[in-house]
């Protein structure tokens, strides 16, 4: 799925991922854009990915979803399975907000309150979790295509970021 919304991406676009880990979504999308700076926390992260063979449009950055935005705006922004490790939320997406340039692709991908009753691993920390109405809150002036599913992940069950 992700791969399908990645090919919307122009070769000349500039792409932000927060929490990037150990870089494998960063080294599989970033050749469909024209720069991709993938983000983490963790320096440890960040070494595993520097390891591995990776595009040379693709740069790694030591940030936290905090201070990720340098460089910006946007054209597409990233976030995958991240957003339930963030302090504030609603913050993380008033920055993700601020900087995406107008008509840009927000991609996010992780759990919604649901998963906890699914108690298949994840997140446990509901008011972590965020929810089509959080989102639709947080980009009202975008034009938005929320998809939603339920996808088995080798980590467990993952939950997209609304209700079906």
């Known amino acids: 799925?992700?791969?399908?919304?990645?090919?919307?991406?122009?070769?000349?676009?500039?792409?932000?991922?927060i929490g990037c880990g150990a870089g494998s979504t960063a080294i599989r999308?970033?050749?469909?854009?024209?720069?991709?700076?993938?983000?983490d926390f963790s320096a440890e992260m960040l070494r595993i990915a520097e390891a591995k063979p990776a595009p040379k449009n693709l740069r790694f950055v030591l940030a936290d979803a905090e201070n990720a935005f340098d460089g910006g705006p946007f054209d597409a922004i990233c976030a995958f399975q991240i957003l339930h490790l963030v302090d504030d939320l609603p913050g993380l997406l008033?920055?993700?907000?601020?900087?995406?340039?107008?008509?840009?692709l927000l991609l996010l991908q992780g759990y919604r309150p649901e998963q906890v009753a699914y108690r298949t691993g994840g997140p446990s920390q509901v008011e972590n979790?965020?929810?089509?109405?959080?989102?639709?809150?947080?980009f009202a002036d975008f034009t938005c295509a929320i998809k939603c599913h339920d996808a088995e992940i080798h980590e467990g069950v993952a939950m997209a970021a609304c209700p079906r």
């Open 129 to 138: 979790l965020y929810t089509r109405q959080l989102l639709e809150a947080a």
């Open 29 to 39: 999308l970033a050749p469909y854009a024209g720069s991709w700076m993938a983000t």
């Open 1 to 17: 799925m992700l791969a399908a919304t990645a090919r919307q991406l122009k070769p000349t676009d500039r792409v932000l991922e």
């Open 94 to 104: 008033s920055r993700i907000h601020a900087h995406l340039k107008p008509g840009g």
